[in-house]
């Protein structure tokens, strides 16, 4: 068994706590944050702490808390030479204070409050200073995903802004194409399909080979209607950037 | 039973062809395609005809060609006074040559070839002039899909607008995380989970309730990384329209 404590009380650490509590691989030792009553519904009260002085004795802890606050948690740690890692896809592994081994935990998932996911499909970017350590988190990885990744900080790095564009932008798409049924008395659902459609398609084809309308087919009669149509200045400009990348894109390949 | 013909032979048409060659109430008497070749493996070759004057007499006829073909097709028809429809999510009903009563059914779906689809779980959008047409129109609707709309040409033309907002630009973007993937030597397949579960959070939350991100959080130290990271100008641009688009987004709510 790999002893371990997370340091955090927020969605990463609440998903973190729950899949390290079910995995036959991990002991879960310890849970430290701020506001316990965050946490305490998902494990005993006993075993969180709101004191650095307090914190035990484990063979990883993981520092699940928001991006800046990252260093100044690695900083408190009241010890040294222990194996430290944060869960960040943005940071580097060396934000964290050198005086433990240091390492990164990314689970690569868009985690909502008060929503399960399977912990099992979730992409895991492991890395870590030393050889030894990289062996014990990719064991925890394994124990609770079935895709554990080695990957670099600048890989790490790449991956976040790729994964902006396909979950953070794609999503405020879908608020756009809501906003559009909703200024025109549509239900948003009929779109919903589609949504998914568009998501699955990608497992068995490329980007480029799915992609279908009318800047795709250099449709300008349409694109034109289109532009026409948008009242919002807003969405016209994401209309007008996305068709051109789209037609210049196709031109590339 | 209600008897069928289809015009057409391309993505659309084909997936047509084979729903209704399954549905228990139609009859699909015979298919017009200008390429015999691209349908006769989907149906007998002596129910396709290639000539306008050999169209034989049916209850529906559905043309199911581009969009800038549908109004040539319906003039060519050598018959008047019968229920002839179109596929197109962007074209009015009145498009049809009004010799004939009119009638949209349009499949809300992004069709690629060779990707076969439930079409069961398909919207499928409806409309006529006729209201005795509308029936046998939502009859056939209903024997092939679980969710037939009434929905008006305006209401159509915003639908299509905000398809190709969560299905074409969100393709795009896919494409986008690709490239950067794949200019920074990471495996575009780690991000399949994250795509997938983006799209089907919309099946219980808002797009308002899913957003995550820099942009949401207004995290601008991230953002200006990611800019500082993005070498490509055209992603440059739309990561900065996107994050403006939903930090004011936020601020509307």
Known sequence: ????????SGNVAQHLITAFLKSEMVTLVQVFARDASKINHLIDIEKITTDYLTIKKADIYVIAVSD?????????????????????????????????????FYPLQ??????????????????????????????VAKSISDFPYSISSDQRKALHVAAVFVCNFVNHLYAQGQAICDANDVPFSILQPL??????????????????GPAKRNDTETINAHLLFLKDKNQQEIYKLLTKSILDHGKKL
Chains 1, 2 share one sequence.
């Open 195 to 212: 949504l998914i459609e568009t998501a699955s398609k990608i497992q068995t084809l490329t980007p480029e080979e799915a992609q279908t």
């Open 110 to 139: 868009t985690f909502t409050k008060n929503k399960a996911l399977h912990f099992r499909e979730i992409p895991i970017c492991l890395e870590s200073e030393e050889a030894s350590d990289y062996q014990m988190l990719e064991q």
């Open 68 to 104: 800046n606050a990252i260093a100044e948690v690695s900083n408190q740690l009241p010890f040294k030479s222990r194996f430290v890692v944060h869960t960040s896809g943005s940071m580097p592994m060396t934000v964290l204070n050198e005086k433990n081994n240091r390492g990164v």
């Open 1 to 8: 068994m790999i002893s371990m404590i997370v340091l955090g």
